[in-house]
Each structure stands twice: as structure tokens, then as C-alpha cells.
T-cell receptor, first 116, second 113 residues
Framework: KAGVTQTPRYLIKTRGQQVTLSCSPISGHRSVSWYQQTPGQGLQFLFEYFSETQRNKGNFPGRFSGRQFSNSRSEMNVSTLELGDSALYLC???????????????FGEGSRLTVL | GDSVTQMEGPVTLSEEAFLTINCTYTATGYPSLFWYVQYPGEGLQLLLK?????DKGSNKGFEATYRKETTSFHLEKGSVQVSDSAVYFCALTPSGGSYIPTFGRGTSLIVHP
């Protein structure tokens, strides 16, 4: 069965621009979560969506936003890009139910964003 | 809040050596504990998990035991291979309420032939 697919894999933007990243979860998975991975801060939770609703949010500024569509695909958007937004952005899906998740996450390969 | 502390790397070993990567956590209640592995250029993959105290997770020769009394979940393997070279992340998800997972900083493992 197909894994988690993230697009694009690599992208380069300049400061002040915005970017949209896409994530297609494993079929049947209704929870999608996003993470920022940098050498300095490690892996940080951005937000989680379940059934088109943002269920949890990490400690990131409002420039970071996301959404989930009825087919569970998700997008995240970063507006007014800053140099510090350069990172690997990982998406993960899980079988989480309405009560939350204690199960494993299935990660995509990530979208590597470079901000110049 | 919740936190996960891993030993800093890189850990450098020769093939067939014994591996231990330490992981301790701070959380209320009984979180679920995980080890993920990230190979170069890839996303994270679940390696093993344990959901309650004294559970032992195992996969591909790796093992970790959920120790509530020491709040630890150390990763071990008896004989590492060059193909085990990767970054290993310890993680937890809370036992109730917020879903938000917490990851350790990751430990890089380098195995030489």
C-alpha cells in the first residue's frame, strides 16, 4: 500500500515569499500531523488535523497554517518566509481516532525548504 | 511539560559491536514510547514501541523496555551492522488529553566495517 507522499521534495524561496506544501496520507488514515526538523531545534510539532479540523497545535507563529481536505490530504502554508524557516518539513499520518492517538506515526520523506 | 532526553551523538561503533542509546522521559501518567529511525534523505520510520510499563518492544534485532521506575526506554542491539547507520529518535505520546508527540533530539549512529 502506498506510503505518505509529500510534494514538493525540494524548494527554494526568498524572504518574504510564501510557500505551500502538500501531504497525501496513507489510505484510510484520517489524522495528519506536520513537523519542522532543523539541526538546531530538532523535530518540532507544528499541528495535527483530523477530519478536516485542526485538533492540536504546536508553539509556532501564525505565519504557519494548514488545512485538511475531505479526502484527508493536507496542506501547510508558511507566509512571509524568514531565513529561520529553512528546514525539512515532515508530514505524518496515523490511524488516530476521535479520542486521539497512542499509535505510531507514518512519515513521508519530507519537503526540504531553503529560504534565501 | 513532557520532555525526552537522548544521549548525544554521534555514536561510532565497529560492525558486530553492542549498541545502547539511552533515552529518559518526563511525562505524567503512562505515555506510549517509541523509537523511530531516520536514514539519510528519508523521513522517520517506526522501529519499535511500548505502550505500558515493563513492555518490551523489538524489531530487526533492536529492543527497548519501558521502565516506569526509571522513566527510561533505552534502545539496544546485540550486534550492529553498517546498514544500521542512521539517526535514532526516542519519542512519546501522552496517555490522555493532548495528542502532541514529543521527540528527543536524535542520536546519530555510525557503524564502520
Amino acid at each position: 500500500k502506498a506510503g505518505v507522499t509529500q510534494t514538493p521534495r525540494y524548494l527554494i524561496k526568498t524572504r518574504g515569499q510564501q510557500v505551500t506544501l502538500s501531504c497525501s496520507p496513507i489510505s484510510g488514515h484520517r489524522s495528519v500531523s506536520w513537523y519542522q526538523q532543523t539541526p538546531g531545534q530538532g523535530l518540532q510539532f507544528l499541528f495535527e488535523y483530523f477530519s478536516e479540523t485542526q485538533r492540536n497545535k504546536g508553539n509556532f507563529p501564525g505565519r504557519f497554517s494548514g488545512r485538511q481536505f475531505s479526502n484527508s490530504r493536507s496542506e501547510m502554508n508558511v507566509s512571509t518566509l524568514e531565513l529561520g524557516d529553512s528546514a525539512l518539513y515532515l508530514c505524518a499520518s496515523s490511524r488516530a481516532g476521535t479520542g486521539g492517538s497512542t499509535g505510531e506515526l507514518f512519515f513521508g520523506e519530507g519537503s526540504r525548504l531553503t529560504v534565501l | 511539560g513532557d520532555s525526552v532526553t537522548q544521549m548525544e551523538g554521534p555514536v561510532t561503533l565497529s560492525e558486530e559491536a553492542f549498541l545502547t542509546i539511552n533515552c529518559t522521559y518526563t511525562a505524567t501518567g503512562y505515555p506510549s514510547l517509541f523509537w523511530y529511525v531516520q536514514y539519510p534523505g528519508e523521513g522517520l520510520q517506526l522501529l519499535l514501541k511500548a505502550t505500558k510499563a515493563d513492555d518490551k518492544g523489538s524489531n530487526k534485532g533492536f529492543e527497548a523496555t519501558y521502565r516506569k521506575e526509571t522513566t527510561s526506554f533505552h534502545l539496544e542491539k546485540g550486534s550492529v551492522q553498517v546498514s544500521d547507520s542512521a539517526v535514532y529518535f526516542c519519542a512519546l505520546t501522552p496517555s490522555g488529553g493532548s495528542y502532541i508527540p514529543t521527540f528527543g533530539r536524535g542520536t546519530s549512529l555510525i557503524v564502520h566495517p
